[in-house]
């Protein structure tokens, strides 16, 4: 399952000459990362709530292509490449939709933790539902 979720470029996001700052690409992974999620049927914050577990990014690996520029739409395409019990590794794209020109792609790593930053296991709702949707 890969899941796309559309934003705009907002005037905040880029320098003087319109051209988006490299670090929004990974707020704009974290975008599609939490839609993807929601998209599975669960909820990021609920996970956190109900059941002291968190998933706390390990690595992140951005490549750029080209830049996202002011009022540009942007699809972000985000899909689960690998999970285990207590490891989560996403995958993103980061096209533009007039040309649908791929403009970044990377990926992230996330550890699965409790409330103290250590090591657990996923608990088993939320384990399946993205087991159901990884992409090879």
Same mark, same amino acid.
């Given at each position: 399952?890969?899941?796309? %979720?559309?934003?705009?470029?907002?005037?905040?996001?880029?320098?003087?000459?319109?051209?988006?700052?490299? &670090?929004?690409?990974?707020?704009?992974?974290?975008?599609? +990362?939490?839609?993807?999620?929601?998209?599975?049927?669960?909820?990021?914050?609920?996970?956190?709530?109900?059941?002291?577990?968190?998933?706390?990014?390990?690595?992140?690996?951005? +490549?750029?292509k080209?830049?996202?520029?002011y009022?540009?739409?942007?699809?972000? +395409?985000?899909?689960?490449?690998n999970?285990?019990? &207590?490891?989560?590794?996403?995958?993103?794209?980061?096209?533009? %939709?007039?040309?649908?020109?791929?403009?970044?792609?990377?990926?992230?790593?996330?550890?699965?933790?409790? &409330?103290?930053?250590?090591?657990? &296991?996923?608990?088993?709702?939320?384990?399946?539902?993205?087991?159901?949707s +990884?992409s090879?």
């Open positions: 399952m890969v899941h796309e %979720t559309r934003i705009r470029v907002r005037y905040a996001e880029t320098d003087q000459m319109g051209v988006a700052y490299h &670090s929004n690409f990974l707020i704009w992974f974290e975008v599609g +990362r939490v839609e993807l999620m929601r998209a599975i049927g669960f909820n990021y914050k609920d996970m956190e709530q109900r059941e002291g577990c968190y998933i706390a990014v390990a690595e992140a690996r951005c +490549r750029y080209m830049p996202a520029r009022d540009e739409e942007l699809i972000v +395409r985000t899909w689960v490449r999970v285990r019990a &207590s490891l989560v590794h996403f995958a993103y794209e980061v096209l533009n %939709t007039a040309g649908n020109a791929l403009l970044a792609e990377g990926e992230t790593i996330h550890i699965v933790t409790d &409330s103290g930053m250590q090591r657990r &296991s996923m608990p088993e709702p939320y384990l399946a539902a993205l087991e159901k +990884r090879e």
